[in-house]
């Protein structure tokens, strides 16, 4: 059974930094797309940014390029979101999750999720 752990959230104002992080366990993930997807109130789960097993690949939200990198240490089983430039807008609970594909970028194929951390920026 896998399971994720983020970590990283909290309150923060407009154009500040924040570093998620998402720690897997129960097993390796080296071969597997990892995501981050973001949930504001009111609104359906949205991804922000996917990378691939190897982290050659990556995807980003149109709302998120340029200012959100994800990367990943296979090693630690771990995998990251460093958000800057942050917004009101960004504002959501924001989950890792991981596919069994290789590199992956839809929602419905996501198998692994985690409990979430909340992201607050204020204006």
């Keep these: 059974q896998v399971q994720l752990v983020e970590s990283g959230g909290g309150l923060v104002q407009a154009g500040d930094s924040l570093r998620l992080s998402c720690i897997a366990s129960g097993r390796t993930l080296s071969s597997s797309s990892m995501g981050w997807f973001r949930q504001a109130p009111g609104k359906e789960r949205e991804i922000v ?50 596919a069994e594909l290789y590199f992956d970028t839809s929602r419905a194929n996501y198998r692994y999720w985690g409990q979430g951390t909340q992201v607050t920026v204020s204006s």
């Design 49 to 98: 940014a996917a990378i691939s097993g190897s982290g050659g690949t990556t995807h980003y939200a149109d709302s998120v390029k340029g200012r959100f990198t994800i990367s990943r240490d296979n090693a630690k089983n771990t995998v990251f979101l460093q958000m800057s430039s942050l917004k009101p807008e960004d504002t959501a609970v924001y989950y890792c999750a991981a």
